[in-house]
């Protein structure tokens, strides 16, 4: 039965993750495909910048929602937390809902970055580790790029994926508080931290060009405004 209710999880995930709410906002508005606009990423950060912060909002608890609901349905069922085969298991489920975002079938295999939906996923596992993890790296963030917008998000997204499960060992290591059911800070098992460990690696690896690719971007569009000042005057 684990294998039947896994393979059907990860069926549902990725189909959910394949819902790309930029590309159906976008759509609905009437305005152009998100894809074609900005960086053609149909992603938060692209929509926030040319629908307005409102919208990038929905889309970013929308991308969060639909990789945290197939997790929370297949935990409630069956892949209940407190063993190896269920960390196991809710892992590769997170992974197949972000592959959908990111090779969303409705949409040509052509979706996002993934970032939201990793961020959904982390906070599936632990949302005060999360929460954690965020802080530093929009601290650390904002200390390392407060001169270079064109990185910041993109970077602090980067650093939230590294810094979330360094924050699940070192709590666990430390201290274990209860907070509500199965909602704890700390103390959690070691299969758990290595799903976590892991899927922040499979994060890592979908987004570190994107990453790249980014910065250039935006060090060619310093550039370019450089060379429109200096012919200006």
């Known amino acids: 039965m684990y294998w039947v209710f896994l393979m ?3 069926v549902v995930a990725y189909l959910a993750g394949s819902v790309n709410f930029a590309i159906i906002i976008s759509a609905l508005l009437g ?4 894809r074609t606009m900005g960086n053609r990423n149909p992603g938060t950060a692209n929509i926030g910048r040319n629908f307005g912060r409102g919208w990038g909002a929905v889309v970013f608890l929308g991308d969060i929602a ?3 609901v197939p997790l929370v349905i297949a935990e409630r069922i ?27 079938v409705f949409f040509g295999f052509a979706g996002g970055g993934g970032l939201a939906t990793t961020i959904g996923a982390f906070g599936f596992f632990g949302p005060i580790e999360l929460v954690i993890a965020m802080l530093i790296g929009a601290g650390a963030g904002g200390f390392l790029f ?14 939230i994926i590294l810094l979330t499960p360094v924050a699940h060992l070192v709590s666990s290591l430390v201290l274990m508080v209860p907070v509500a ?4 800070f700390g103390g959690h098992p070691w299969h758990e931290i290595v799903a976590v460990a892991l899927l922040a690696f499979y994060a890592f690896l979908s987004n570190i060009r994107t990453a790249l690719e980014t910065i250039r971007s935006g060090q060619k569009n310093v550039k370019d405004s450089q060379v429109d000042d200096s012919q200006d005057t």
């Open 66 to 68: 639909k990789v945290v």
């Open 31 to 34: 305005k152009a495909d998100i």
């Open 78 to 104: 069956y892949f209940h937390f407190g063993t190896y085969e269920s960390s196991a298991g809710l892992m590769l489920i997170a992974m197949s809902g972000i592959l959908g975002h990111r090779k969303p």
């Open 8 to 10: 059907s999880s990860l």
């Open 146 to 159: 407060k001169n270079r917008e064109f990185a910041f998000g993109r970077w602090v997204a980067m650093l």
């Open 181 to 184: 059911g199965v909602l704890r």
